[in-house]
């Protein structure tokens, strides 16, 4: 008996379709990191790090939070991220996968609507498969279309809470969810919950989020990584502090997990203090963020810039994707190519993050390259 030969035989399939994922190492000028201001290895968090090591904080949590591992200086993180923030409280997770997956498995409860953007992250989509909410979605960033969903489900006999849930900032197209009129309906309807990892630490008053301004309702929750812009590890849910109580009985991934490492707690006010020290560290990304847009839009007109850090440049074949991909990579420049089902079928791209790991220069360099190899498609 070949107990293998069903792996294979998917794998197989995998490879027919383009779809093969492999695990390469890192290499060239990075615009694939989502190290927004090139913290992760920045001296000020390193010594951050040592210097909490050498007072004696342990690298390991060693247990749960409900048992030995919750820290003191996980605690005190938390407090200071929900004021940072402007949130009544907040909750650390190992990551933002983890976090999504307590948040929808455990808030939305049974006759609640849990209703997803049509790109909602994997995360999301993995915690409303567990959740006990009806799940439903709308169109990308249509809240008309939002509207519509809950009018239907009130009518066929809903009478739940409604818990809207977006990314402010979306991961593999960069553009903004509209979330004042989110908002609004989610005061007549219920919660918003807000993904804010690809914006925390690089929009908003000293890289806040985007929904920074709603920060603080009862009725909003927003999720911000440590692991992008702010160079740790890690995630916070910042929440009423009902809310997060009720996670602390209730989320399984909470309750059953190892309890991140102090040391990323460290990590993450130094980052905190970073964004309020250095200002100018979001300006310029801002200011890279400009000039590929103006680099792009004199080269190669026809590809739509999206505004923020991440730019998709949609080729649409799985296979061609990958070939140019490759091409880049060997110019010098660390350039992935995405491909469903991490996007909708036919829209596989190239998505450039824009980092301060690369300089003006390198940005220019990269428009260039690609002005030379889009026509080879």
């Known amino acids: 008996m070949d107990r293998l030969a069903p792996f294979r035989a998917d794998l197989d399939r995998l490879a027919v379709a383009g779809r093969t994922r492999r695990l390469i190492p890192r290499a060239g000028v990075d615009f694939a990191s989502n190290d927004y201001l090139g913290l992760a290895g920045h001296p000020r968090l390193a010594a951050a790090v040592r210097d909490a090591l050498d007072s004696g904080v342990p690298v390991g949590a060693a247990g749960s939070r409900l048992l030995r591992g919750n820290t003191e200086w996980q605690e005190a993180f938390e407090t200071r991220a929900a004021a940072f923030f402007g949130a009544e409280s907040a909750l650390g997770f190992g990551g933002g996968y983890p976090a999504?997956?307590?948040?929808?498995?455990?808030?939305?409860?049974?006759?609640?609507?849990?209703?997803?953007d049509a790109l909602s992250h994997a995360s999301t989509r993995e915690g409303a498969r567990l959740s006990r909410a009806e799940v439903a979605e709308f169109r990308h960033n249509d809240a008309g279309h939002a509207a519509d969903v809950i009018t239907?489900?009130?009518?066929?006999?809903?009478?739940?809470?409604?818990?809207?849930?977006?990314?402010?900032?979306?991961?593999?197209?960069?553009?903004?969810?509209?979330?004042?009129?989110?908002?609004?309906?989610?005061?007549?309807?219920?919660?918003?919950?807000?993904?804010?990892?690809?914006?925390?630490?690089?929009?908003?008053?000293?890289?806040?989020?985007?929904?920074?301004?709603l920060e603080g309702r009862d009725n909003v929750i927003t999720?911000?990584?440590?692991?992008?812009?702010?160079?740790?590890?890690?995630?916070?849910?910042?929440?009423?502090?009902?809310?997060?109580?009720?996670?602390?009985?209730?989320?399984?991934?909470?309750?059953?997990?190892?309890?991140?490492?102090?040391?990323?707690?460290?990590?993450?006010?130094?980052?905190l203090d970073m964004l309020r020290d250095e200002p100018d560290r979001q300006q310029r990304l801002h200011d890279l963020i400009a000039l590929f847009s103006q680099?792009?839009?004199?080269?190669?007109?026809?590809?739509?810039?999206?505004?923020?850090?991440?730019v998709p440049l949609i080729v649409g074949g799985d296979a061609e994707t990958?070939?140019?991909?490759?091409?880049v990579q060997a110019a010098g420049f660390d350039l992935r190519g995405i491909r469903p089902?991490?996007?909708?079928?036919?829209?596989?791209?190239?998505?450039?993050?824009?980092?301060l790991n690369?300089?003006?220069?390198?940005?220019?360099?990269?428009?260039?390259?690609?002005?030379?190899?889009w026509p080879a498609l």
């Open 100 to 116: 999504n997956v307590a948040l929808f498995s455990t808030l939305p409860q049974t006759g609640d609507l849990l209703l997803l």
């Open 152 to 213: 239907g489900w009130r009518a066929g006999g809903g009478r739940g809470a409604v818990w809207i849930a977006v990314e402010s900032l979306y991961s593999m197209d960069g553009d903004r969810a509209p979330l004042d009129d989110l908002a609004q309906l989610a005061d007549r309807e219920g919660f918003l919950i807000i993904d804010e990892a690809h914006a925390t630490g690089v929009w908003g008053p000293q890289g806040r989020g985007l929904g920074h301004a």
């Open 223 to 271: 999720l911000h990584t440590l692991g992008k812009a702010l160079g740790g590890s890690g995630a916070l849910l910042c929440l009423p502090g009902v809310l997060r109580d009720f996670l602390v009985n209730r989320a399984r991934p909470f309750i059953f997990a190892t309890a991140p490492s102090p040391l990323m707690a460290v990590a993450g006010a130094a980052a």
């Open 295 to 310: 680099e792009m839009s004199a080269r190669l007109p026809h590809l739509p810039m999206s505004g923020s850090q991440i």
């Open 322 to 327: 990958m070939a140019l991909a490759e091409r």
């Open 341 to 355: 089902p991490t996007v909708p079928a036919g829209t596989a791209r190239l998505r450039v993050s824009l980092t």
């Open 358 to 373: 690369a300089a003006a220069d390198d940005v220019r360099r990269l428009a260039s390259t690609l002005e030379e190899m």
